[in-house]
């Protein structure tokens, strides 16, 4: 009798591990938690099966039991469950006990009230020169691109693809590369639906597509047959990103997977590997990346990514570390009673593709959240490498409300501004958009005195009008913002067009197919001149049919 006892609990057991270990496959596989002790969601997987375990034995309890047990465990009632549950459940109550205990001693030596000398270390800030780290560059190698921009090109060349429109999607990513030397967004197709999927899934995603940040041209990269995407965040099943990612690294923790390209075209996603290195669950930090070929699935691992990669380090990541040395740099006592030297992040951030890198630009402001900046940070989304760089001044969305306080008889809406050296001075560059989302005109701010304004139909026309602005408030030397080129002739042709309010008068001289633009506010002379006058027309260069003429001189 004792043997068919002991046969009996070692069936229940047997049953329990059983059923324990299909839910528990069933979880990771769609759940894919880290198997590491500096994931939250991996004691969330140990509690969840050792909860199944214990039901799964209160079930199985009653397994072999005669109709006298029964009758005998129905008297003893209470006790004898108790007896039962020590008996069969004391390996995961002490499990889970075990697991608590780590999980509040970790949460407390990671806190950062105890360890606020560790958080300032996350992110190492050195002083920078504005004016001799970030070059100084031309208007038409400015990126005028953002997201949402983009999102509206990229949508509409989908459209324009009768084979893949009603197929597929475009994936909302749009991340910023540099891309052969030049600064582009990127992003590929997604899946329709889940039916669409089934219909595909063997040729994979067809292209990706890159946008020109500066020329605003689209470009569809069609993949060769057979050769297309099959390892994304829209697949499903084994192919699915994060599941490849979590069966061939099941102790890594990651961070947002990003799309990119190398230098050759070929997708590849990069997935920062995440680290906590203040205590159990503090001080969030990069390790490298595996980075999946997009076609074929291969991954590897490296702890010093390729140069070609530009995301390492996401925006939000960098901002939160700058927040925690800019907030505990003095103690974290400091940062709640007497707020000495506590700056933080502004509230937005941008980027800035220089050096073959793309660097994240944002603010740096008081703890007290004011309307004016004390600097503001560039950091390198590859290396991390961060540089402060002091310059009081407005906040971008002070910039952004500048903007609009110059065209707020046209309703026009402010992006967040781009950080640009124009003629030394930090400067905020703004598209301004129609309620349509179209932009129709640019802004550039300058960041120490915001009330300096300029505005222009095209970024030739504002980046001269902000060289008057700059000139005329001594901020430079009439000679350092002249534009580079002058040209003198006798006037072929002169057309008008009135855009945004102002006429803009197109002057073409002899022996030249190209126009120049200029507007009657910047050059009133213009209004009277006629063909075959001579005129010397200064402009800012271009390789365009039509430039923009900063003054026109008869």
Not at 18 to 40: K, W
Not at 100 to 112: D, H
Not at 132 to 144: K, L, N, T
Not at 476 to 491: A, C, K, Q
């Amino acid at each position: 009798m004792k043997e068919k006892k002991q046969m009996s609990r070692v069936k229940q057991t047997l049953i329990c591990l059983a059923i324990t270990l299909v839910v528990g496959l069933v979880y990771f596989y769609f759940e894919l938690p880290a198997l590491n002790l500096h994931s939250p969601a991996f004691y969330t997987f140990v509690f969840i099966l050792c909860a199944v375990y214990c039901v799964c034995a209160v079930f199985t309890s009653r397994i072999g039991l005669t109709s006298e047990e029964r009758q005998l465990l129905q008297v003893t009632g209470f006790r004898e469950f108790f007896a039962m549950m020590k008996r069969h459940c004391m390996i995961p109550f002490f499990l889970c006990l075990a697991l608590i205990v780590l999980y509040l001693g970790g949460s407390l030596f990671s806190s950062v009230i105890l360890r606020s000398g560790s958080y300032t270390k996350l992110l190492t800030v050195e002083q920078g020169d504005f004016a001799a780290d970030v070059e100084e560059i031309s208007f038409d190698q400015i990126p005028m691109l953002d997201k949402d921009s983009a999102s509206k090109l990229g949508d509409r060349k989908l459209g324009e693809l009768s084979d893949m429109v009603s197929q597929f999607e475009v994936s909302d990513q749009y991340n910023q590369i540099n891309y052969n030397g030049r600064p582009v967004r990127v992003t590929l197709l997604e899946y329709g639906d889940l039916i669409k999927w089934f219909t595909n899934r063997s040729n994979g995603i067809p292209a990706y597509l890159v946008i020109d940040m500066v020329t605003q041209n689209v470009d569809v990269v069609r993949l060769p047959e057979g050769e297309g995407i099959h390892y994304s965040t829209s697949e499903h099943f084994g192919r699915y990103l994060m599941r490849h990612l979590r069966f061939q690294y099941p102790t890594f923790m990651f961070d947002t997977p990003v799309f990119e390209i190398n230098e050759e075209g070929e997708p590849y996603w990069i997935c920062p590997k995440l680290e906590k290195t203040i205590g159990l669950f503090g001080g969030t930090d990069i390790n490298g990346a595996v980075l999946v070929n997009a076609i074929t699935g291969e991954s590897q691992y490296y702890e010093e990514v390729p140069t070609w990669v530009d995301r390492l380090y996401s925006a939000e990541l960098i901002m939160q570390q700058y927040d925690y040395h800019g907030q505990y740099q003095n103690g974290f006592l400091n940062s709640i009673f007497g707020q000495k030297g506590v700056t933080v992040t502004t509230s937005g951030y941008n980027y800035i593709a220089m050096n073959d890198d793309v660097y994240v630009y944002t603010g740096i402001t008081s703890v007290g959240e004011d309307q004016s900046n004390v600097g503001f940070i560039l950091t390198n989304q590859r290396t991390k490498e961060t540089k402060y760089y002091p310059c009081a001044g407005a906040t971008e969305y002070s910039a952004m409300n500048s903007a609009e306080g110059v065209v707020q008889h046209l309703n026009y809406k402010a992006t967040f501004p781009l950080l640009l050296n124009i003629h030394a001075e930090p400067t905020y560059f703004i598209a301004l958009k129609d309620n349509a989302g179209l932009v129709k005109m640019y802004a550039m701010v300058n960041v120490q005195q915001y009330q300096i304004v300029a505005t222009g139909s095209s970024v030739s026309e504002c980046s001269s009008n902000y060289s008057k602005l700059l000139t005329q408030n001594h901020i430079v030397e009439e000679s350092e913002s002249l534009p580079d080129d002058e040209i003198t002739g006798n006037i072929a042709d002169i057309r008008s067009a009135v855009i945004n309010g102002n006429t803009v008068f197109y002057i073409q001289l002899e022996n030249s197919p190209v126009y120049y633009a200029v507007s009657a506010e910047a050059s009133e002379i213009a209004v009277i001149l006629n063909v075959g006058d001579r005129v010397t027309i200064r402009y800012a260069p271009d390789e365009s049919e039509i430039l923009t003429a900063v003054s026109v001189e008869r």
